[in-house]
């Protein structure tokens, strides 16, 4: 079972990574991360690399295709490399997901059109005028589409998948074997449980630093 996860400059390191802890656990699974071209891709931060083992041409074929998210990603929604290897390997990937805003190179690509979608909370408007139909879910399964919410969520979208392909116990031992069991401080992880004012800091600092629709 091969699976590839997409990267780019500026991609959300957590987005890649926390897919990549869940499914390379997976019987069978063969975990490459892919890029452009192959070597060292940095994240959002600029301060951490992951290194691309292969370039697009090299899977043309994949079972499973993961596309992150982060501040990179509008760069890949209306052409380049990225978006002409998803729409050459979508037609017999098994399973097409993304995480947090990596639905909106997904749907950019056409391929989320009248689907059930998420993403980051923050870009719900733009995953909307891009075609999809924006869903406030974690995980939102429609065909072999799947997609996560922001971040942290591509964890428990990468176990769901996996429940799905190896079975429920699989996907526990999985779970337990990575020892996932969320205990936060805070409940303030979507906007409809933070505080008013913590929602109304983030959405404000966002338009200046991450604006999803003018990137």
Not at 2 to 13: C, G, N, S
Request: aromatic share 6%.
């Amino acid at each position: 079972m091969q699976i590839a996860i997409a990267l780019f400059d500026r991609f959300t390191m957590l987005d890649a990574i926390g897919p990549y802890q869940v499914l390379a656990r997976l019987p069978g699974a063969e975990v490459t991360f892919v890029a452009d071209q192959p070597g060292p891709i940095a994240d959002n931060s600029g301060n951490h690399r992951v290194e691309a083992g292969a370039a697009f041409a090299d899977l043309p074929r994949p079972d499973i295709i993961v596309v992150p998210g982060g501040p990179g990603e509008a760069s890949h929604r209306d052409e380049g490399p990225l978006r002409d290897w998803l729409l050459a390997a979508d037609p017999t990937s098994e399973w097409t997901t993304s995480v947090c805003t990596g639905s909106l190179i997904l749907a950019g690509a056409g391929l989320l059109t009248g689907r059930r979608a998420t993403s980051h909370w923050l870009a719900m408007d733009v995953l909307r005028d891009l075609g999809a139909e924006p869903v406030n879910d974690r995980v939102v399964f429609d065909g072999k589409y799947v997609t996560a919410a922001g971040v942290s969520a591509g964890i428990d979208m990468a176990l769901t998948l996996a429940g799905r392909i190896a079975g429920d116990q699989v996907a526990q031992t999985i779970q337990l074997g990575i020892e996932y069991d969320p205990q936060p401080p805070y409940d303030a992880g979507s906007p409809a449980k933070a505080p008013d004012e913590v929602v109304t800091y983030l959405r404000d600092r966002s338009r200046l630093v991450r604006p999803f629709a003018d990137q």
